[in-house]
């Protein structure tokens, strides 16, 4: 599996989660952003921190998931996070994002590295541009118009 595929197959995992998690869903709907089309347009997921059970003793796919950064010391890095998927401009996975929903969370914004603008695809059409310090703020402002 090479690293697209990877975060990809992340990506899918953790949207998954989050359509069988009420709690987070009902969180996100308080937050503004329960809106299906919203979710599945920007393929918002959440970690669920279990995907090291999902590698289990497979050490190729353990190195597949340490790569690209989503495991780190033996334990997902986006765990119990709202998951957005930083694309470039072909669509290609170039980060993911992890939002702490819970309140009392030191850090609140996660990555699994640097790279990315959120939404850049928009930017090849856009006349005007606005700057927020993360994906969650981008979310509402497309939300809300």
């Known amino acids: 599996m090479n690293?697209?595929?990877?975060?990809?197959?992340?990506?899918?995992?953790?949207?998954?989660?989050?359509?069988?998690?009420?709690?987070?869903r009902s969180m996100l709907k308080?937050?503004?952003l329960a809106d299906s089309e919203i979710l599945d347009r920007f393929l918002i997921g959440y970690a669920d921190g279990h995907v090291s059970e999902l590698v289990g003793n497979d050490d190729h796919l353990l190195g597949s998931f340490e790569r690209t950064g989503i495991i780190s010391g033996g334990q997902e890095v986006l765990r119990r996070r709202v998951t957005i998927p930083v694309l470039d401009v072909d669509a290609g996975i170039v980060n993911i994002v992890g939002y702490s929903p819970w309140p009392n969370t030191e850090h609140r914004l996660a990555s699994l590295n640097a790279e990315g603008i959120f939404n850049a695809s928009h930017l090849k059409h856009a006349e005007k541009m606005i700057l927020v310090d993360d994906p969650i703020h981008a979310l509402l402002l497309i939300r809300h118009g």
Do not use: P, T
């Open 3 to 24: 690293a697209q595929q990877v975060l990809q197959r992340y990506v899918e995992l953790c949207a998954r989660s989050l359509s069988q998690n009420s709690r987070v």
């Open 30 to 32: 308080r937050a503004g």
